[in-house]
Antibody, heavy 120, light 107 residues
Framework: QITLEESGPTLLKPTQTLALTCTFS??????????VGWIRQPPGRALEWIAL???????RYSPSLKSRLTITKDTSKNQVVLTMTNMDPVDTATYYC????????????WGQGTLVTVSS | DIQLTQSPSFLSASVGDRVTITCRAS??????LAWYQQKPGKAPKLLIY???TLQSGVPSRFSGSGSGAEFTLTINSLQPEDFATYYC?????????FGQGTRLEIK
């Protein structure tokens, strides 16, 4: 069974740094083509892709957020970590991690998501 | 960035109806398009990838077509569990982008 689960803080103050961990099972990020990405969704709004890391350390970021983002993987722990600096109330959203089987495919398995609220 | 525009944004239909949702890209994306279904409070579910390939376990009443810059998702014989929001997504180039969503509601 393939699962992904997001974990991290649920409430942050403006200017703080968010660190989210995606812990997965049932697949390996050493498998050729495999990737894990982050997607967020503000309340009542559409999905927004944030970042992606592939098995070969290829890392991709949303240009609008790139200066604030870092994505890393730990294959020994089956984890992917996303950090986002200088959080703002507009970053309030449900953050999802999801598996991507190859560079040309969609995200086939998703975590349940974690709501992150940014408020003073 | 490649913009994806879905139409309609809102769709009202009845059980048993056939519905079509369109996704237009601001430039050609070959067939690197996926469709997702999302229900309230739940994560999106992959329905279709590579424009027309049905994800394993997805009912055959869902189908996708198109290439280049115009794509469609068709649902034949709507079932009660199909009422949800649908998103298209392009993976042809970075940044990966999503459409704004189509909300499908029961008439």
């Amino acid at each position: 069974q393939i699962t992904l689960e997001e974990s991290g803080p649920t409430l942050l103050k403006p200017t703080q740094t968010l660190a989210l961990t995606c812990t997965f099972s049932g697949f390996s990020l050493t498998t050729s083509g495999m990737g894990v990405g982050w997607i967020r969704q503000p309340p009542g709004r559409a999905l927004e892709w944030i970042a992606l890391v592939y098995w070969d350390e290829d890392k991709r970021y949303s240009p609008s957020l790139k200066s604030r983002l870092t994505i890393t993987k730990d294959t020994s722990k089956n984890q992917v970590v996303l950090t986002m600096t200088n959080m703002d109330p507009v970053d309030t959203a449900t953050y999802y991690c999801a598996r991507k089987l190859d560079r040309g495919g969609g995200f086939d398995i998703w975590g349940q998501g974690t709501l992150v609220t940014v408020s003073s | 960035d490649i913009q994806l525009t879905q139409s309609p944004s809102f769709l009202s239909a009845s059980v048993g109806d056939r519905v079509t949702i369109t996704c237009r890209a601001s430039q050609g994306i070959n067939s690197y398009l996926a469709w997702y279904q999302q229900k309230p409070g739940k994560a999106p579910k992959l329905l279709i990838y590579s424009a027309s390939t049905l994800q394993s376990g997805v009912p055959s009443r869902f189908s996708g077509s198109g290439s280049g810059a115009e794509f469609t998702l068709t649902i034949n014989s709507l079932q009660p569990e199909d009422f949800a929001t649908y998103y298209c997504q392009q993976v042809d180039s970075y940044p990966i982008t999503f459409g704004q969503g189509t909300r499908l509601e029961i008439k």
